[in-house]
């Protein structure tokens, strides 16, 4: 069965740092670009980062640049996020998604991710 898993969400205080995980499992992950998104309540889903299957990484946000990172580790089919100096406004559910490309997409082509995870709940308050 072809899934993504993310997990390492939880309750931190303001300026603190938690790493997400997104384990695949039933495919291969090192032929797939994976993204980072992120739907914070009462808006829409947002796309934060991106790296591809040769670990060339792109913002889609200027909201996280300096403070969150992507990474991939293919031989433990898992790709992360580290995110740190968290922020109220990072209250969200945290997404990861997969493409079957390359290279990440440009930001008018997000609809290439067409694998999701569950989500995991990242919720920063003091």
């Known amino acids: 069965q072809v899934q993504l898993v993310e997990s390492g969400g939880g309750l931190v205080q303001p300026g603190g740092s938690l790493t997400l995980s997104c384990e695949a499992s039933?495919?291969?992950?090192?032929?797939?670009?994976v993204g980072w998104f992120r739907r914070a309540p009462g808006k829409e889903r947002g796309a934060l980062l991106c790296i591809g299957t040769h670990f060339g990484t792109i913002s889609y946000t200027d909201s996280v640049t300096g403070r969150f990172t992507i990474s991939r580790d293919n031989a433990q089919n898992t790709a992360y996020l580290r995110m740190s100096v968290l922020k109220p406004e990072d209250t969200a559910v945290y997404y990861c998604a997969t493409a079957a490309r390359r290279f990440c997409p440009p930001p008018g082509e997000l609809d290439e991710f067409d694998s999701w995870g569950q989500g995991t709940q990242v919720t920063v308050s003091s």
């Open positions: 039933g495919f291969s992950l090192e032929s797939y670009t």
